[in-house]
């Protein structure tokens, strides 16, 4: 094995690390060739001293590591999965995903309600004889629709976070039967 062949097999096994820690790992390599060349050994007598061992990449070839084969997937362990997290899911994860979407429903319609208040104090009391009066009600439909347009934002942020976790744990249970 030649110095070129070492570092094309290092930068390989190094694939899965962040790109800064391969270029640290592969220049101490460097560093380390460039000392032993300079004390007089060979690249092959460098390569053993740090205690490389190349293993063949292809399967099949002598001294190539061999894997158990992955075992063969029958259609009854994906029905008994189905079925035992259908049972879960109508046991313990219905009832809660039930209260928590009434929930956020409730609150949404109570922030829509609390925004169009204005419209329904003003037509629904009608316009007041005394100006005190009449000031009370706007700032009333004010109030009413300011925290109707904070409360909505805030469930509209909220409800977006349950519709993404309950894809999320839809896909999980999709995972889960698939046997990923």
């Avoid at 629904?124 to 109030?143: H, Q, R, S, Y």
Wanted: glycine share 8%; net charge neutral; aromatic share 12%.
């Amino acid at each position: 094995m030649s110095k070129a062949d070492f570092f094309l097999q290092l930068r390989d096994r190094l694939r899965g690390l962040p790109y800064e820690e391969q270029q640290n790992i592969v220049h101490v390599y460097e560093d380390l060739f460039r000392q032993a060349e300079q004390s007089g050994k060979s690249e092959l007598e460098i390569i053993q001293s740090l205690g490389y061992i190349p293993v063949p990449i292809q399967p099949g070839l002598p001294g190539a590591p061999s894997f158990p084969p992955k075992p063969v997937e029958t259609g009854m362990r994906k029905i008994i999965a189905f079925i035992a997290l259908g049972l879960f899911n109508l046991i313990f994860v219905l009832g809660p995903f039930i209260a928590v979407t009434a929930l956020l429903f409730s609150f949404s319609l109570t922030a829509v309600l609390f925004m169009f208040s204005s419209v329904w104090i003003i037509i629904g009391t009608g316009i007041p004889d005394t100006f005190p009066i009449l000031m009370l009600e706007i700032c009333v439909a004010v109030t009413m629709t300011g925290l109707g347009v904070l409360l909505g934002i805030g469930l509209w942020k909220l409800d977006c976070f349950w519709i993404r976790l309950v894809k999320r744990y839809m896909a999980l249970n999709i995972r889960l039967v698939k046997g990923d």
